[in-house]
């Protein structure tokens, strides 16, 4: 099997391609952050990288057919945290056209394109009438503990809702962990006055949306420990929400490392997914 990912990010394609056990020939990946390769070539060394999707081609594989085309173009010109929200004209979300050239042009027995939920209709008619597949909304809620709605277009058949797994915050949380204490509840509250919904308190029994911010969707999330202090969530949980196996590595500071577990995907929602390739 040979699989060409655009907008590679960390590779969770080919982490949920792995989990269920489907052989891959040839993975090729089209990505541009540096240390998101470093962190595909740490895990998959045979990655064969191929840089900006704007400049991958069909003549670049020649010599392959491709069997399986996934990509999650970028979403900052669609999401509804963008007050600016120009759709699929932005700077960013436009590359999803890119993702459409290469479809047409290496013509893969299967594919897939993951994008937010929250754009607007006319951006998702737009993405379904080209693609010719109607999207399906899977929350990873349903295999992890955290809320994240994505849409997901493919042909893969038969394709449905994962089966609820009822996971909990508190399933995720060790709370005698405090590597990553930050502050009391009470310079939280004056923090949180100053900058309204830039920080929130993570108590119930999902999580908010890890972004491509790294952190949650209000920029960062916090875990009450058991001595009244706050503290962000570990590399490890976060690892954990997108379902990203602890044996990952991730060598990289703490920033860039959340920056890329929010950027990929969900993985045992991709493996869901995957699990209807017939090979």
Known sequence: MNVLSLFDGMSCGQIALNKLGIKVDNYFASEIKTHAIQVTQDNYPKTIQLGSVEFVTKEMLCNYKIDLLIGGSPCQDLTIINNKKNGLNGDKSRLFYEY?????????????LENVASMKNIDKN????????????INSDLVSAQHRRRLYWTNIPNVKQPKDKNISLKDVINYNDISEEKMSIK???FIKRKLITMYVRVDGKKSLPITARGYCAWN????????????????????????IPKKYKINLIK???????GDGWTVDVIAHIFKNIKL
């Open 187 to 189: 310079k939280l509250a």
């Open 220 to 243: 960062t999330q916090f875990i009450t420990l058991p001595n009244g202090k706050l503290r962000d969530l570990t590399l490890n949980e976060y690892k954990i929400l997108q379902t």
């Open 100 to 112: 459409l050239r290469v479809l047409k042009e290496i013509k893969p027995k299967y594919f897939l």
């Open 255 to 261: 920033s860039k490392a959340t920056d890329l577990i």
């Open 126 to 137: 737009i993405i379904t009438e080209l693609l010719g597949v109607d999207p399906i909304l």
